[in-house]
């Protein structure tokens, strides 16, 4: 069975402060990951996406990498700011057809 | 970059109204929308997926009659929601893409709230 899973499901950090979330998958075949940024009432935004050849993707103070071995991605976000409060999902493509497995999603709270 | 703008934000409707959410592409052509629903602190359920032109395909348990897509031009997809009750309130985002191996872009989504 196709599924996502996402790790913590909820988070605190100061300020300023790192932090890793997970993503475990057991979509095949694989074609590529996404991780989306969700503000409260808003649609998600792309963060990256990574596909079977690429191990580490930035996006400013967003690093995620990806183990197509074990089936694992994580979302680093270094130097966190109060903007950072927000759900971050995680997304995996079997193919580039139109399907897409969404994971319950990490909600992040950064505060000062 | 790609914008996507649904329309409304936010609707409060009596019970038995028909609904109509708009999903525009505003600096590109898409292929293809997708419609989603979300409830507070879980992740987005698809709901169906259109092409430009051809009828909609929905996923498992989404009534095709209650919600209603229509994906007449390459810049717009509405979703109806047909005599809604209060448990069809929700969160409803749509996504376009214009082709396969384009990212979705999201819509800033509808909040749905069914006296």
């Known amino acids: 069975k196709n599924q996502v899973e996402q790790s913590p499901q909820s988070l605190i950090i100061l300020e300023g402060k790192n932090c890793t979330l997970q993503c475990n998958y057991t979509v095949s075949p694989f074609s590529n990951l996404r991780w989306y940024k969700q503000d409260t009432g808003r649609g998600p935004v792309s963060l990256t996406i990574m596909t079977f050849s690429e191990n580490t993707k930035s996006n400013g103070r967003y690093t995620a990498t990806l183990d197509a071995d074990t089936k694992q991605s994580s979302l680093h976000i270094t130097a966190s700011q109060l903007s950072d409060s927000a759900s971050y999902i995680c997304?995996?493509?079997?193919?580039?057809?139109?399907?897409?497995?969404f994971g319950t999603g990490t909600s992040l709270t950064v505060i000062p | 970059g790609a914008v996507v703008s649904q329309h409304p934000s936010w609707v409060i409707c009596k019970s038995g109204t028909s609904v109509k959410i708009e999903c525009r592409s505003l600096?590109?052509?898409?292929?293809?929308m997708f419609w989603y629903r979300q409830f507070p602190k879980q992740s987005l359920m698809l709901m169906a997926t259109s092409n430009e032109g051809s009828k909609a395909t929905y996923e498992q348990g989404v009534e095709k009659d209650k919600f209603l897509i229509n994906h007449a031009s390459l810049t717009l997809s509405t979703l109806t929601v047909t005599s809604a009750h209060p448990e069809d309130s929700s969160f409803y985002i749509c996504s376009a893409r214009a082709s396969f191996n384009q990212p979705q872009h999201f819509g800033d989504g509808t909040r749905l709230s069914i006296l």
């Open positions: 600096d590109f052509q898409a292929t293809t």
């Open positions: 997304v995996v493509s079997p193919n580039t057809g139109n399907q897409f497995y």
